[in-house]
Structure formats: C-alpha cells, structure tokens
C-alpha cells in the first residue's frame, strides 16, 4: 500500500506521496506544493532530494559507501580505477575483455590536442592550478561541441570516455606549468595511475619509473573519490547540465564548485593549516581556537555533511597513506608529526566526539600526497581527477531519462513594492 503524507495548510489538507527508496530514507514528493502556491524551504538541501539516482548509496550514521551495490572498502581493496570507471558507467563490473576494451578506448583517447598548450601558455606559472584545469575542461567543450547530440545515447558514451581520458592529461599539464617544465604526453604503455605520475614527474620522450606503492596509492585515491552522490560538485553538474549545455562546460562549472575549502579544496586545506600551525607544541592552541565559537578557525579535515561517524574512505586511504610515508622513509617529518598529534587530540576531546567530528578523507590524503611531493596547490586537482567518472555518470544518468531544468524557489523577504524616487529627493 502507497505510504501517503499529509500537510495541513490554511484548513486545506494536501496528500503527498512517499516514494520509497531502495535503501536509506523514504523521501515526500512534494512536487505538487507548487501548483497550491507552497514551496518547501531547505537552504543547503538538508532534507531535500533534488533527484533519484542508481549510482551511489551513503548511510553516513553507519559509514557506508556503496557504488551500485559494491562496498568501497571492497573496490579500493580489489579493483582498480578503470574498473571503477567502468562500473560508475556502466552499473555493472566488466568482464575482462569489456575491462581490457574500455581501457584500450581510454588510452586512445588520452593525448589533447597540440593548440592545447597554447591555452596553457597563457596563463602565469602562479596561476592556481583549479583555475586552468576549470578552464582547460570548459576548453574541450570548444573542441567538442559542434555534432555533439546529449540525446545520443553514444554520443553521450563518447563524451565520458574523453573525459576520463583526457583528465589526468591536463591535471598532469596544469603541474608542469606550475613547476615551469615542458609537457609530458601520455604513455599508451602505462595504466592510469601510473601515466598520471610520469606526465606529472617524467621527463619528455621517456618512460620514468614510477614505485608501485606510490601508483597504488595514487589509484586508491582515484577510486575513494570517483563518486560521491549529490555532493555540491555533483549537483552543480546535475544543474548545469539540465539546461541542456555542453558536458564539457557543465563538468567545468563542477570543477569550479569543487575548489571550494569546504568540499575538495579541503586536502589543500588541511595542508596550509599544518604549515600555519607550524610546531607540534602549538597543536593544543589551535584546537583551542577550533573549539572557540568566537574564533573562525576550523580543523580541516575533519567533519563531514553526511559521515557523522567515520568516513570509510578515510579508513582505507589511512592505510595507503603509511605504506607511502614508510616507502619515503618520512614518518617523523615535522608536518606529519603534527598531523598525527592533532588527529590524536581530536579524536580525544569531548568537543570533537559530542559532534561526531572524525578526520575524513582529506585529512589522509592531504598527507599521502604531500609524502608524494604533490604540490598542495594540486590536491584538488587531483580529486577532481578522481571525481570525474562519478561527475559524468551523473550526467548520463541525468540525461537518459526525462528531466526538468533545475530551478529552486526562494522565501522573499526583501522590500514590498514602492515607487521609485528622484536621486536629488532621497
Ligand atoms: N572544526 C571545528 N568545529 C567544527 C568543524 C571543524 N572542522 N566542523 C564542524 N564543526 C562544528 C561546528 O562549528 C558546529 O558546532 P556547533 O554545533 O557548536 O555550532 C558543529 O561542529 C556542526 O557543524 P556543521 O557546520 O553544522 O556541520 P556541517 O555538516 O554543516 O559541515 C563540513 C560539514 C565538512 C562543511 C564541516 O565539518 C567543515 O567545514 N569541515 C572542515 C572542512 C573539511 O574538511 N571539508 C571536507 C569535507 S569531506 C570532502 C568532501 O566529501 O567533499
């Protein structure tokens, strides 16, 4: 029997149906309030559902990550990202020759065009790297526009698999001008992570090698990010993407709201707090200034929308994490001595556990990729790597069914009407 909800308003009484999840919380179709003149009201969307998806479940009270029905815990331990990829994609795992094919059309399509680096040339080598990538992605729309139908099953295919590809091409692009150093192609020879890290470290024309800990790591990281549900990022794509524009510009707009420090820009966060904390004496003083209402200063790194009691990505990356520092032989570097003291503070102090504040990903991945000689100023650039398969799944996802372009209402409480006056009279 249909679960029915009722909403008394103005001696009117509305009935609304209760759409039933396949897990995780039923939610209320509220979507015929409008035409009765009601509009629900939830900045940040707390408690709204802005569409239905098959791709990825979160139960954040019990720590549960699961792309279409797979554990992360178990992605990250047995798969590698392609797989992933393929999965997000595709909602099933390949069998090894779809495995071996997909990841074929991916290494075809790696290398960007030449006119590419002309982009790269004109911005400063200060530039943020967020900034180029977002523009280097809003770019490839410029290439791939004209011929481009989003109603076209294969068409939209196509544009996943570029992107896919052409992603760690331009992250690895966006290091190099940074770092002053000619481009690096990509390697047909390599797999994904491995490519990333030789267009980012390698030299022109050469195969370096890269450590299989520090490849390994580098994939996890890609898969503990590829998908995350209608995350800020996701849903700007979502809603970018609904005014029917270009997947290119509508990924751009996504990378842009990842940059912020409360979503990806937070393993950059965590990076630039420890260099401001500076001294493992002054740990205790700044989660002083964390727990002060009247002081701005947060623990980045720590909290999360919808974990409230650990993040299974955070448990996973925490191991790849010391497999790198033991690797590089830096357990004892002053940054990361910090960082173990402040999650064992943290972890500690009633402030903390009453709200359920537990390091997240970005606190070891922070870590793992400052052990890897990764700028601070690339971590979100290398999330939004990771995030790209999840990104444009979504938009598949989106643009396979019917869909409404995304237009939330608002609670007017501004001026009422009044008559305009003359500049000398006010
Ligand atoms: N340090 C100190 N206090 C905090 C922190 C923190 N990092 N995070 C939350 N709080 C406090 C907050 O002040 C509030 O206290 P009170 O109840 O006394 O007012 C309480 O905890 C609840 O916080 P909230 O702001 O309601 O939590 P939220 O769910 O709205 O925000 C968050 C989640 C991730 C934006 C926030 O925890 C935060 O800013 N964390 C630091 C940034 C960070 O690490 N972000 C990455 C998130 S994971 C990456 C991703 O998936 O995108």
Redesign the pocket.
Known sequence: MKQMATLNIDGKSIELPVLEAASGANVIDVRSLSGAGIFTYDPGFLSTASCDSKITYIDGDAGILMHRGYPIEQLAGQSEHLEVCYLLLHGELPKENQLAAFKDDINKRMPVDDEFAKLFDGFNSSAHPMSMLCAAVAGLAAQFHDGLDIYNEDHRTESALQLIAKMPTLAAMTYRKITAQPFVAPNPELDYAENFLNMCFGDPGQTSKISSTMASAMDKIFILHAD?EQ?ASTSTVRLAGSTEANPYAAIAAGIAALWG????G?NE?VLTMLEQIGDISDVAKYVDK?KD?GDSF????????VYKNFDPRALVMQDSCHAVLAEKNIEDEPLLKIATRLEKIAREEPYFIE?R?YP???FYSGITLKAMSIPTSMYTVVFALGRTPGWISHWCEMLSEPFKIGRPRQLYLGSQQRNYTEISSR
Do not use: E, V, W
């Not at 947060?298 to 929308?305: S, W």
């Open positions: 995350h995350n420090p409360s979503h990806g937070a966060a964390a209402k947060k623990l980045m790194g720590f909290g999360h929308r709200r504040l997240n990903i970005d």
